[in-house]
């Protein structure tokens, strides 16, 4: 079982950055490929960005964040990170943390394929 807090949300004016966190309780974060979705109101949650298990060493992202956003994760922290910079109106969001068990270096893109979600974090952006 593995559980996930993320924290860092808040309200931003345009253009301005936030860091997401988010801790993961489990034995062995290293053997879990991480992924950041958000989902804004009547809207389905989407990607964000991924990281692959073990030192991360592959990342993917979604198109409309290229460049602004970055992951990273910290395996002694047990933690996933979220840097978004130049944040625009269109990233409001409530923004979610998810685990899967790595294979490799996959970065995995659907919601189906994690197993494991955070409670949210809230990101407003004000323009």
Same mark, same amino acid.
Request: hydrophobic residues 35%; charged residues 15%.
């Given at each position: 079982? @593995?559980? +996930?807090?993320?924290?860092?949300?808040? +309200? @931003?004016?345009?253009?301005?950055? !936030?860091? !997401?966190?988010?801790?993961?309780?489990?034995? %062995?974060?290293?053997?879990?490929?991480? *992924?950041?979705?958000?989902?804004?109101?009547?809207?389905?949650?989407?990607?964000?960005?991924?990281? /692959? $298990? /073990?030192? $991360? =060493?592959?990342?993917?992202?979604? =198109?409309?964040?290229? *460049?602004?956003?970055?992951? /990273?994760?910290? #395996?002694?922290?047990?933690?996933?990170? +979220?840097?978004?910079? #130049? +944040?625009?109106?269109?990233?409001?969001?409530?923004?979610?943390?998810?685990?899967?068990?790595?294979?490799?270096?996959?970065?995995?893109?659907?919601?189906?394929?994690?197993?494991?979600? *955070?409670?949210?974090?809230?990101? %407003?952006?004000? /323009?």
């Amino acid at each position: 079982q @593995v559980q +996930l807090v993320e924290s860092g949300g808040g +309200l @931003v004016q345009a253009g301005g950055s !936030l860091r !997401l966190s988010c801790a993961a309780a489990v034995g %062995t974060f290293s053997r879990y490929a991480m *992924g950041w979705f958000r989902q804004a109101p009547g809207k389905e949650r989407e990607f964000v960005a991924a990281i /692959s $298990g /073990s030192v $991360g =060493d592959s990342t993917n992202y979604a =198109d409309s964040v290229k *460049g602004r956003f970055s992951i /990273s994760r910290d #395996n002694a922290k047990n933690t996933v990170y +979220l840097q978004m910079n #130049n +944040l625009k109106p269109e990233d409001a969001a409530v923004y979610y943390c998810a685990a899967t068990r790595a294979f490799w270096s996959r970065i995995y893109y659907s919601t189906n394929e994690y197993n494991y979600w *955070g409670q949210g974090t809230q990101v %407003t952006v004000s /323009s």
